[in-house]
């Protein structure tokens, strides 16, 4: 059975840094598409990265651009988001999902399996 726990939430300032970590267990974890998703209060959640089985594809959503960078160690069965410049609609309860294909993807429909969350508070 898959399971992701993510780690590195925590509450910054704006225009400060994060490293969000998902550790993964359960089956080989170097041959799924990863992504990143979040859902602030009153939302729903949202797109955020996405990196292919490889490393080599990935894709963000606009408002992170240029801020946010997502990579894996398939060696640690572990995805990162680099969080940079954070702004206060950063904000959010962010999840790390995997997929049972190698290939990437920015819909949520198309994960199997998700973490639990970890809470990213940016104050301004």
């Known amino acids: 059975q898959v399971q992701l726990v993510e780690s590195g939430g925590g509450l910054v300032q704006a225009g400060d840094s994060l490293a969000l970590s998902c550790g993964a267990s359960?089956?080989?974890?170097?041959?799924?598409?990863v992504g990143w998703f979040r859902q602030a209060p009153g939302k729903e959640r949202e797109f955020v990265a996405a990196?292919?089985?490889?490393?080599?594809?990935?894709r963000y959503v606009d408002s992170v651009k240029g801020r946010f960078t997502i990579s894996r160690d398939n060696a640690k069965n572990t995805v990162y988001l680099q969080m940079n410049s954070l702004k206060p609609e950063d904000t959010a309860l962010y999840y790390c999902?995997?997929?049972?294909?190698?290939?990437?993807?920015?819909?949520?429909?198309?994960?199997?399996?998700w973490g639990q969350g970890t809470q990213v508070t940016v104050s301004s």
């Open positions: 999902a995997e997929r049972d294909s190698m290939n990437i993807a920015t819909v949520q429909n198309l994960y199997d399996y």
């Open positions: 990196l292919s089985w490889n490393g080599y594809s990935t």
């Open positions: 359960g089956r080989t974890f170097d041959n799924y598409g």
